[in-house]
């Protein structure tokens, strides 16, 4: 089995400050994922990375940058924190398998709060 | 463009009792579909899916799945329930170009 850590499991900041959030896997998978979680709104996909250094958008990355370089790990900044972005952040990883069948694996999560 | 209902934010039941929790998925092919759950304060972890075959899959826990192409369903059942199946269950659906869940059925299992 692995194991998907995300560092910290709790994140304050301030209105307009950059925030980094950390996620490491040792599935050693392929393909990783940041998805933000609202209440009552299920997951959106922020960025995705099939392999080291490759970057791939999804329906919300506007405000948001990423960064893969190694396979074991993807970090999600947030360029300039509102306060209406509020929520979890939940990275996860897949085996790169035939495209729609993967099966994601899930952190914990990153709370974060915007003061 | 595919698309996922639950149509149901809030679920109670009895412990003991049978659950079915509703998805209704839009999409123009038949797509990939799965159940993943979150306990408290962890990620989601995957309960079930469907690729193709038999409508009824099998997954952890007691729970099963019932594929409807006519109704464009996907609802989870289970039989009996227990306490530590309270949890937010997440459907989800995948037509080949990305996953996309629905927001989440809160369910509360009553001792």
Known sequence: GGIITQ??????????QK??????????????????????????????SITENDLQKGDLSEGYDASREKKSSFSLTVTSAQKNEMAVFL??????????????????GTRLTVL | ????????????????????????YSSSVTPYLFWY????????????????????VQGVNGFEAEFSKSNSSFHLRKASVHWSDSAVYFCAVNAGAKLTFGGGTRLTVRP
């Open chain 2, 1 to 24: 463009a595919q698309s996922v209902t639950q149509p149901d934010a809030r679920v109670t039941v009895s412990e003991g009792a049978s659950l079915q929790l509703r998805c209704k």
């Open chain 1, 7 to 16: 560092t910290p499991k709790f994140l304050i900041g301030q209105e307009g």
């Open chain 1, 91 to 108: 990275c996860a990883s897949s085996i790169w398998g035939a495209r729609g069948t993967e099966t994601l694996y899930f952190g914990s």
């Open chain 1, 19 to 48: 925030l980094t959030l950390k996620c490491q896997q040792n599935f050693n998978h392929d393909t990783m994922y940041w998805y933000r979680q609202d209440s009552g709104k299920g997951l959106r996909l922020i960025y995705y």
């Open chain 2, 37 to 56: 759950v979150q306990y408290p304060r962890q990620g989601l972890q995957l309960l079930l899916k469907y690729y193709s075959g038999d409508p009824v």
